[in-house]
């Protein structure tokens, strides 16, 4: 014999609230200040030059190793690695 169980259609159930409040469950997500700049926000130029010569360039990469490394050490000055 199986153990089945029927509900009326008429039974309660719980009320459901007007607003839901949500809550972040990650400090991450709350955190609203960062320890330093973010990668978009600095050498600006630098990318900016860099991003011109190898989509303009005809050699590529090849022909754009200084301005390359131009930006990765101004990246590097801020902390970040490439």
């Keep these: 014999m199986s153990d089945v169980r029927t509900v009326s259609s008429n039974a309660q159930t719980s009320p ?5 409040v949500l809550k972040p469950t990650s400090t991450a997500a709350t955190t609203t200040t960062q320890s330093g700049p973010r990668p978009c926000c600095v050498c600006k130029e630098e990318k900016a030059i860099r991003d011109e010569c190898m989509l303009f360039s005809e ?12 930006y990765k050490s101004c990246m590097a000055g801020f902390g970040f690695k490439i």
């Design 59 to 70: 050699k590529g990469e090849s022909q754009c190793l200084d301005t390359i490394s131009a």
């Design 16 to 20: 459901t609230p007007d607003t839901v």
